[in-house]
């Protein structure tokens, strides 16, 4: 279970780190002008909080097991879950933007 924590905040550490600034040029290059949602500029804007945070997730549930001396897995789901979540929060935040493009139609790029 621990393995599996790891992995997941491995891709919280990833995505923003590699993922998000590739993200924001596709933004700037494909849709210029149009405004993205409040969730991908906040995603954008807090990428350096979002990987400590992803860094903080395996941190949290090593201590707990540690702290609490507990042998149970059960006490590793949670951060597993949030670690989750984070990642697919972060992750349909950056993919909104070109959701709402696909569903709308193309953009004129050149008006």
Known sequence: MIVMLLL????NILV???CIPNFELI???DLPGRPLPGLTQWIIALRIPLM???AAWPIAGILT???LKLASVLWLYLPYLLSLGQILITLYALFKPMLV???SGPVDVHP
Request: with cysteine; proline share 5%; charged share 5%.
């Open 8 to 11: 997941a905040c491995a891709g």
């Open 16 to 18: 923003p780190l590699v």
């Open 52 to 54: 400590i945070l992803g």
């Open 65 to 67: 097991v540690w702290r």
């Open 101 to 103: 493009v696909i569903i």
């Open 27 to 29: 933004y700037q290059n």
